[in-house]
């Protein structure tokens, strides 16, 4: 089992960047491939990236490909989502999420989530 919490969260302008950071709680972090997703007012939660345990392999979704970057320490139990470039279609709350089974792509896979935290982009 693992326990998230997000922080990093915030306002910034278009064009800005942001990090968000998931802490993890437990000592089987290291086992877990981790993801992350947003949920924007009114709209499905959706993909956004994720890695492998290791870290050796990552996956993006297409919104997001090329201006954020998905990294994880495993020595200190965290995940990072460093966001470039943001949009207001970036606008929503963001999940950590820890991995079950299954696709990397679907939150159906996970099984530990996170509170979210809020990112707000203006134009």
């Known amino acids: 089992q693992v326990q998230l919490v997000e922080s990093g969260g915030g306002l910034v302008q278009a064009g800005g960047s942001l990090r968000l950071s998931c802490a993890a709680s437990?000592?089987?972090?290291?086992?877990?491939?981790m993801g992350w997703f947003r949920q924007a007012p009114g709209k499905e939660r959706t993909f956004v990236a994720a890695?492998?345990?290791?870290?050796?392999?990552?996956y993006y979704g297409d919104s997001v490909k090329g201006r954020f970057t998905i990294s994880r320490d495993n020595a200190n139990n965290m995940v990072y989502l460093q966001m470039n470039n943001l949009k207001p279609e970036d606008t929503a709350v963001y999940y950590c999420?820890?991995?079950?089974?299954?696709?990397?792509?679907?939150?159906?896979?996970?099984?530990?989530w996170g509170q979210g935290t809020q990112v707000t982009v203006s134009s």
């Open positions: 437990g000592r089987t972090f290291s086992s877990y491939p």
């Open positions: 890695i492998s345990s290791s870290g050796s392999s990552t």
């Open positions: 999420a820890a991995r079950g089974r299954g696709s990397y792509y679907t939150d159906r896979s996970y099984d530990h």
